[in-house]
C-alpha cells in the first residue's frame, strides 16, 4: 500500500514514516496539509491511506481528509491525535504514541474497507 503521513510535529511524522515502512507499505511524508495536497496532485500512484494528524496549523486533518477524499472516494482514512480524552473524528482515531502493532491493524483496516 502507498500511505501519506501528515503530521506537523517531524519527530512524530518520521517515526510513524519508519513504522510503516517497517510494515512494508510505501509512504509520502507532509508537515502539512498544503504539502500534502502538493503531492497528491503531483503523484502518479495512488495513495491508497492518508494517515493523518487532526489539529495542525492551517487546515487541519480534517479538512485535509475532506479533500482527499473529494478526489479519491476509495481511499482509507485514518486519523491521530495526540489529545486524550478523544477526539470527534468521523472514522478511525488512532492515540499518539501508537504501538507497531495497533498501526499495522487500522491501516490494514484501512486498506481493505477505506475507513472514513
Known sequence: MLIMCVDDDNLVRQVTSDMIRHLNHEV???ADAESALNQLASSTNRIDVLLTDIRMPGVTGLALAQTFRHRNPD??????TG??????APGHVLNKPCTLGELQNVLEQAGRYGLN
Request: charged residues 20%; glycine residues 20%.
Open 28 to 30: 509520502l511524508e507532509a
Open 75 to 80: 481511499i482509507g482514512i485514518v486519523y491521530m
Open 83 to 88: 489529545y486524550s480524552g478523544g477526539e470527534e
